[in-house]
């Protein structure tokens, strides 16, 4: 009879399901020790293969010629696919010497790069014709030169536009297609790469990332959007400034490519009859979900912006682009609360207007009310205040679930105090602005925190530097028994005390980021990283024989934290003198979960007692610790 080990691994159901839980690393191991999965699982290895070139990199598989033609052995089982601008440039013209090699005279299309010279050594392949999934980065390296498999048209744009674009159509049936850093000369370029995407009829998620100039940005993003089919369920298009490639105007020529190539190349396109005109959708995008919106300020009028609109009225989640003009804000908020019902998460990159409302805020005071679950934005320029906050958000309090405020401009504290109060629904909340906008110490204890359930938060808390109050006064944790404090500090541990009560009241924590900003007691900020200071208070316990206060007990509460982060640094002269063994011992007995602790720069800091807890951790049945700030 059979061992149970045996039918196992006989049993190709169920291998396929262990295949699921291992790394690619792990599969390869095993492929090498034994025969039978070898035959059974090399073509996983195959799956999903990054060739992605990185600046001086020689490890990557193109770089070995036995990678490559192994590769080749299985190369119809891949079906997930990333590749810089040289890997495509490679593939590419392995493919067509193949097609040398066999004497292969069937027709390509006209419009493709003639191949390259052979400065490097080809390995015949054939095609990749099952992806379903594709992301070229045409981005070109400043290093191009450390590349071995370096080929002359990786210089050229319109060369590696008919390259990515073939391979797209060489793969019908793909699902996501992603194409980042595409530089884009005229029409000729875009008529190729919309037509290419417009015939995947099983697409579902499409991203693109055109190189052009500034003037033609909402004209572009229109194009790609009337083109990708209306199966498409995410859909990204952003435009940037094309002078931001290194691969300049001039390289339109080619430095090794020479004129009268590109030339051919431009006359065979141009003849194509489907090259005279860009596909156009009629049929609205009915699946689309999830839409990044692109420059839209340079439309000749609003009813182009209303055009592609009324094309998404489906979409749940919507990443909005920099608005400046309020009429043009305006136009689109109201379109958007009488269109985009089933409109949750609002993303932005900028708030825009500083005149009016920015095109976030007006689209959240448009919506109907206790509809917005999700709202993240970064570089907003516009402050926002208590009495837009109070008008935003208390229209969806019920509701919203998630808020990131990164980098944006003045964040009020009294804003953020208004979020605490008013936002029960939260469970993830991060916001963290410009220099000097966080939440006042003396805020943060000014209103009941209703935000029970949040399971992430993420804030920076502001309150005055004692020392430059009393530039001459010896610290609190230097002075001898018993501890007589100063007014302002007795004021402020009081402060500290009922704030971090309100933090050990949010049971349901499991990651915690708080960061100091240190002000000037004449009011200024201070530029102190908050990485290298720590919460007064916050990592020791009380002392009652000499009176030093301490605060750490107030977390007992927090027994599913597993990340502790901020100014948490276990390396201050304060924390120095006032972090021992009793409070190791007590975030070890009460933080079970707790995974990462932002406690150190560098493993060399760590003490006797906090090496004993990473120690301790170790034990079966434990969750590993790690200390050491950046894990």
């Known amino acids: 009879m059979s061992s149970a080990s045996t039918l196992f691994f006989e049993t190709p159901e169920l291998i396929n399901q262990l295949a699921r839980h291992l790394s690619a690393r792990n599969i390869a191991r095993i492929i090498l020790t034994d025969k039978v999965m070898h035959t059974r699982w090399t073509s996983l290895l195959y799956r999903r293969l990054d060739l992605a070139y990185s600046d001086g990199d ?51 299309p006209r419009w493709l ?15 990749m014709v099952n992806l379903t999934r594709l992301h070229l980065h045409l981005e070109y390296s400043k290093d191009a030169q450390l590349c071995p498999y ?56 499409l991203e693109v990332e055109v190189l052009i100039g500034k003037e033609d940005w909402f004209a572009i993003g229109s194009t790609f959007f009337f083109s990708c089919p209306s199966t498409v369920q995410r859909l990204s298009i952003s435009t940037a400034e094309r002078s931001c490639s290194p691969r300049v105007e001039d390289m339109y020529s080619g430095t090794r490519w020479t004129e009268s190539q590109m030339q051919a190349t431009s006359k065979n396109m141009s003849d194509e009859v489907w090259f005279t005109t860009t596909p156009r959708r009629q049929d609205p995008l009915a699946h689309l979900a999830d839409l990044t919106l692109w420059d839209m300020e340079s439309a000749s009028s609003a009813q182009d912006i209303l055009a592609v609109l009324s094309h998404c009225q489906a979409v749940e989640k919507l990443k909005l682009p920099k608005m400046t003009s309020q009429d043009l804000i305006d136009v689109m908020a109201a379109f958007m609360a009488d269109h985009f019902s089933k409109l949750r998460r609002l993303h932005f990159v900028s708030a825009g207007s500083m005149a009016g409302k920015g095109l976030p805020f007006k689209v959240m005071e448009s919506m109907r009310e206790q509809r917005l679950e999700e709202l993240s934005g970064r570089g907003s320029e516009k402050a926002l205040g208590l009495s837009l906050a109070t008008t935003l958000f208390q229209r969806h309090s019920e509701t919203l679930r998630q808020l990131t405020f990164n980098g944006c401009g003045s964040m009020d504290s009294a804003s953020i105090r208004m979020i605490l109060g008013e936002c029960r629904a939260l469970e993830d909340l991060y916001i963290h602005g410009s220099e000097g906008s966080c939440l006042r110490l003396a805020d943060a204890v000014l ?110 509460g927090l027994t599913k934290l597993r990340e502790l982060r901020g100014s948490i640094s276990a390396d201050t002269e304060e924390t120095k003198r006032t972090v021992g063994w009793r409070e190791v011992v007590f975030i ?17 800091k760590l003490g006797q ?11 079966p049945g434990s969750a590993p610790l790690s200390l050491v700030r950046g894990s």
């Not at 010279?117 to 054939?126: A, F, I, M, Y």
């Not at 049936?173 to 995947?200: M, P, Y």
């Open 58 to 108: 020689k490890t990557r598989l193109l770089s070995s010629t036995d990678a490559v033609l192994a590769l080749g052995r299985s190369i119809q089982h891949v079906r997930d696919l990333k590749m810089a601008l040289f890997d495509l440039v490679y593939i590419y013209n392995c493919i067509l010497d193949l097609r040398l090699v066999l004497s292969d005279h069937s027709q390509l």
């Open 609 to 619: 007692p906090f090496r004993w807890l990473v120690k301790q951790r170790r034990h």
């Open 113 to 127: 790069a003639p191949p390259d010279p052979r400065t490097c050594q080809l390995v015949p392949l054939l095609p």
């Open 588 to 604: 070890d007995d009460t933080f079970s979960d707790l995974r990462v602790a932002e406690f150190f720069s560098d493993a060399g």
């Open 447 to 556: 209103v009941d925190w209703v935000v029970t359930k949040i399971i992430r938060l993420s804030l920076t808390v502001g309150f005055t530097d004692l020392q430059t109050l009393y530039p001459d006064q010896t610290p609190y944790y230097r002075r001898p028994a018993p501890l007589k404090l100063f007014a302002e500090e007795t004021q402020q541990f009081e402060l500290l005390e009922r704030f971090y009560g309100k933090v050990g009241k949010l049971t349901q924590l499991e990651m915690l980021d708080l960061r100091v900003q240190h002000f000037h007691a004449h009011g200024h900020p201070l530029n102190k990283p908050y990485a290298t200071v720590s919460l007064p208070g916050l990592l020791s316990m009380p002392e009652k024989r000499t009176g030093r206060p301490g605060y750490l007990q107030l977390l007992a």
């Open 150 to 205: 370096l080929l002359p048209s990786s210089q050229n744009p319109r060369a590696t536009i008919t390259q990515a674009s073939w391979i797209v159509q060489l793969n019908p049936h793909l699902l996501d297609l992603k194409l980042t850093a595409l530089v884009i000369k005229d029409q000729q370029d875009i008529r190729l790469l919309t037509w290419s995407i417009h015939g995947l009829t099983n697409l579902r998620s």
